[in-house]
């Protein structure tokens, strides 16, 4: 039973270009979060979203950003016009909610961005 | 948001101490996890636990969600335990899904 996948697991960018992350949930999850995590910092909510819904994007730069989960294949955060500011890690975290609120998320290996 | 404090900050501990790291926060709790971030920047599930107590191996963690903390102990502690530990959380009045994170416990273990 395969874990929560993110690709890539490094990625390098020159200022002003995209970056695209990706995420496939663990098998059965339908519910997908991202974090970020800047050098030596804990993990902060950028956004969550459920099949082809986007629910909380509260904790998500109003520019640059973008997330989708959409109906088939796997979430994609992406970021415009990147800037030295966006190096970190992105985690992505799966969850399946059950009977009772049982609500882990159980988290991916994470993409880390280095901004030239 | 709700708060989320860890401490201590920063713990070294020679290999086979145990140690309690701790998680401080400000509202009730329908979700609390603790997870470690190894060396490589992976973050392991250690625990789901909103209330009680569980134990897994050498470690073990116990929630008082009417006092607003929570623990985590490391017995005979290993070098492979080095690494973040992370308090996790989500509040019950604030109605958000995401979990909020504590600063961390990086924890040191030295042969």
């Known amino acids: 039973n395969a874990g929560v996948m993110q690709n890539p697991r490094h990625l390098v960018r020159r200022r002003g270009q995209e970056a695209r992350l990706r995420c496939s949930p663990m098998?059965?999850?339908?519910?997908v979060y991202w974090y970020r995590q800047l050098p030596e910092e804990g993990l902060k909510f950028m956004v969550y979203l459920q099949k082809e819904n986007i629910i909380d994007e509260s904790g998500m730069p109003k520019e640059r950003f973008s997330a989708e989960f959409p109906k088939e294949g796997p979430s994609i955060l992406r970021i415009q016009q990147v800037v030295r500011g966006d190096s970190a890690a992105y985690f992505c975290?799966?969850?399946?909610?059950?009977?009772?609120?049982?609500?882990?998320?159980?988290f991916g290996p994470g993409t880390r961005l280095t901004v030239l | 948001g709700i708060q989320v404090e860890q401490s201590p900050p920063d713990l070294i501990l020679q290999e086979g101490a145990n140690s309690t790291l701790r998680c401080n926060f400000s509202?009730?709790?329908?979700?609390l996890q603790w997870f470690h971030q190894n060396p490589w920047g992976q973050l392991i599930n250690l625990f789901y636990i909103p209330s009680g107590t569980k134990q897994n191996g050498r470690l073990s963690a116990t929630t008082v969600a009417t006092e607003r903390y929570s623990l985590l102990y490391i017995s005979s502690s290993q070098t492979t335990d080095s690494g973040v530990y992370f308090c996790?959380?989500?509040?019950?009045?604030?109605?958000?899904?995401?979990?909020?994170f504590g600063t961390g416990t990086r924890l040191t273990v030295i042969p």
């Open positions: 509202d009730s709790v329908n979700n």
């Open positions: 098998k059965g999850h339908s519910h």
């Open positions: 975290a799966s969850s399946s909610p059950l009977a009772g609120g049982v609500d882990t998320q159980y």
């Open positions: 996790a959380l989500r509040g019950r009045q604030t109605g958000a899904n995401n979990l909020f």
